[in-house]
């Protein structure tokens, strides 16, 4: 695979499925080599085998990024396996819907950790890795995109703390974007509207139909334009930053 990214590395949290698996192969179509990170190793072996048999270049990195040191070996890990680190596209997220009375403060635990705070770990581990690769070769820039949400700018009823953590990823990623600009690492945040993955199905039956009944038939994203939308934010030229982009299906209000 030869394109815009040769000579770069990427990580990529939640590769196993949906949005992060179509974003580890498009970064790969473009030239990066790919770090997989991910809890179903099988699954990523799958994808590596993908990436590698277009002539591309993959590292398989399981990982829980909920827990602070898995978060920082895989970055590790993937600074040692690949030579260095120019991309981190935060991807892995859990979305766990229903009424704030009664919920599960386990299911609520879990979104946080996943969505937000595993997003911090991996960051903070990242972050001086990023900043290096800024100060060379080959394209004296880096960057963070982290994957957001509709929800991270509008709240919805049935979706509190989900809500909650994507307006966290925003305003996270606007923060650090402002302390990182001089040092040309840029950071992104993606807020898709609804996208057809497997995230609606971690709900029960009844949540599922609700979701589908509030979008109506309307033709939702694929995991490819997301992917798509984080391969344009990181090949702009070394000038131009991508703050902030909503990416929602033309029909959805």
Excluded: C
């Excluded at 993959?58 to 970055?75: G, K, M, R, Y």
């Excluded at 949400?149 to 925003?170: D, E, I, P």
Aim: hydrophobic share 45%; glycine share 8%; proline share 3%.
């Amino acid at each position: 695979m030869t394109g815009r990214l040769e000579g770069t590395v990427a990580l990529v949290t939640g590769a196993s499925s949906g949005i992060g698996h179509a974003t580890a192969l498009e970064l790969a179509r473009e030239g990066a080599d790919v770090a997989l990170v991910g809890r179903r190793e099988d699954r990523l072996t799958d994808l590596a085998g993908e990436i590698t048999a277009a002539g591309g270049k993959a590292l398989v990195v399981p990982a829980d990024i909920t827990d602070s040191q898995a978060a920082a070996e895989a970055v590790e890990r993937t600074v040692e396996g690949l030579g260095r680190l120019d991309i981190l596209v935060n991807n892995a997220g859990l979305m766990l819907l229903g009424p704030a009375s009664g919920a599960d403060l386990n299911d609520w635990r879990r979104m946080i950790d996943i969505n937000l705070t595993g997003l911090m770990y991996t960051t903070h581990a990242a972050v001086p890795h990023l900043v290096k690769a800024a100060a060379e070769e080959p394209r004296q820039v880096a960057d963070i995109v982290n994957v957001s949400s509709l929800n991270g700018r509008n709240a919805y009823a049935m979706m509190a703390v989900y809500t909650a953590t994507k307006f966290g990823v925003t305003g996270f990623s606007e923060a650090l974007r402002q302390e990182l600009a001089k040092q040309h690492v840029r950071v992104s945040v993606i807020e898709p509207g609804s996208v057809d993955t497997e995230l609606r199905t971690h709900n029960p039956a009844a949540v599922q139909q609700y979701i589908a009944s509030s979008l109506g038939d309307i033709e939702r994203l694929q995991s490819r334009d997301i992917a798509d939308t984080v391969g344009y934010i990181v090949t702009r030229p070394r000038h131009v930053a991508v703050a902030e982009l909503l990416v929602r299906p033309a029909e959805q209000a």
